[in-house]
């Protein structure tokens, strides 16, 4: 091998040798030994542990100490934001307490229980929660990059369903109100406290997902796709307006269904969503009033026809531009993330260039 290339492999052996090495301190797993009691009043190192969100290396070590008090230890990486471990009697965040800790850029720590009694940010309140908290405190070892959430509950058993969430980076409850910002991820797990097994959950995932494509097809695409059938293939007549009605008809059954499945959802959830069920109600009533102006219509020969096209065309092109920021913001509620948001915007914007392609050649056939 020559000088060079020798010189070239060493170089590249430390190179990788240096970031695994970096890496594996700022890991955390249950074969490693994390001894914290010189720092804390209970034997740290016989607690169960589970490494309940992996995604994010969160790692929890718990024990039932005593007939009517749970330790528990979770172990994260340090990315300079706040952490918070909440227990929920139904896996929402909405009516759960959470224990909330982060380490200020002075370095000091601050632990504290918050009631999330709604999604607003006047809805989250500090020191308040159904936690019977015995102690806690927050540790942060610089040499792991690692932040320690430790505290214990005064309980006969905590509840199985256990949220996770990370707040945005430098971002930190300041005194007095410490509000929380809104956090950047979050989990919602079920815990078995005997095995240590841990199930990542999305309640009614089920319904939600129902209502989410529901509305997506009716409202979303159907209706899209029948008012450019409708635009641009009146060459082919009558058979524009019956494939213009079928779909439409179709679009608005399916979208109907979406809107009933969100109401279950909502009664489910108690969440607050009144921006997305107003903009939902409203683009029902938009859909209803379309088909009683088709029962109407009038004849092509009457006076009024025009005014009746008008209306007809107008409203239609206002529920599809209401449908379009609905499904959207449904996806930004849902939390659902990017691939939702692309696939959807992948749809619409081939169903725009279809229609402004279309709109062209009928503005030179005109």
Same mark, same amino acid.
């Given at each position: ?87 929920s009697p139904n896996g929402q965040m909405v009516g759960s307490s959470a224990i909330v800790g982060w380490m200020s850029t002075t370095g000091t720590g601050t632990i504290k229980q918050y009631q999330l009694s709604g999604q607003r940010s006047d809805q989250v309140l500090h020191d308040q929660g159904n936690l019977q908290v ?44 410490? %509000? ?46 029948? %008012? ?139």
């Amino acid at each position: 091998m020559k000088p060079s290339n020798c010189f070239s492999f060493i170089l590249f052996f430390f190179f990788f040798f240096f970031i695994a090495l970096v890496t594996s301190q700022t890991q955390d797993s249950c074969s490693s030994n994390v001894n914290l009691n010189d720092q804390v009043r209970f034997d740290t190192t016989t607690l169960n542990c589970a490494p309940v969100w992996s995604s994010h290396n969160f790692i929890l070590r718990y024990a039932q100490t005593s007939p009517n008090l749970w330790s528990f230890v979770l172990s994260v990486p340090d990315s300079n934001s706040y952490i918070a471990m909440g227990f929920s009697p139904n896996g929402q965040m909405v009516g759960s307490s959470a224990i909330v800790g982060w380490m200020s850029t002075t370095g000091t720590g601050t632990i504290k229980q918050y009631q999330l009694s709604g999604q607003r940010s006047d809805q989250v309140l500090h020191d308040q929660g159904n936690l019977q908290v015995n102690s806690s405190m927050i540790i942060s070892q610089p040499q792991s990059k690692r932040l320690y959430l430790i505290f214990q509950l005064n309980t006969e058993q905590p509840l199985s369903r256990v949220i996770y969430a990370v707040g945005q980076s430098s971002v930190f409850p300041i005194s007095p109100n410490f %509000a929380l910002v809104e956090h950047t991820d979050k989990a919602s797990t079920a815990l078995n406290y005997v095995t240590g097994q841990t199930k990542s959950e999305t309640p009614h995932a089920k319904l939600r997902k129902g209502h989410g494509i529901l509305n997506m097809l009716g409202w979303g695409i159907l209706m899209i796709i029948g %008012a450019i059938v409708a635009r641009y293939s009146k060459q082919w007549d009558p058979l524009w307006f019956y494939a213009h009605t079928l779909i439409q008809s179709l679009g608005f059954m399916l979208g109907l269904a979406g809107v009933i499945c969100g109401i279950i959802l909502n009664k489910k959830l108690d969440a607050d969503v009144s921006s997305h069920k107003a903009l939902g109600i409203i683009i029902l009533v938009l859909g209803c009033l379309q088909i009683m102006a088709f029962l109407a219509r009038p004849d092509k020969t009457s006076k009024v026809r025009k005014y009746w096209n008008w209306y007809h065309h107008n409203v239609g092109r206002i529920m599809i531009i209401f449908a379009i920021a609905n499904i959207f913001y449904g996806i930004h509620l849902g939390e659902k993330g990017k691939s939702w948001n692309a696939g959807y915007g992948v749809i619409i914007t081939i169903l725009f260039l279809i229609a402004v392609i279309l709109e062209i050649r009928l503005w030179k056939r005109n």
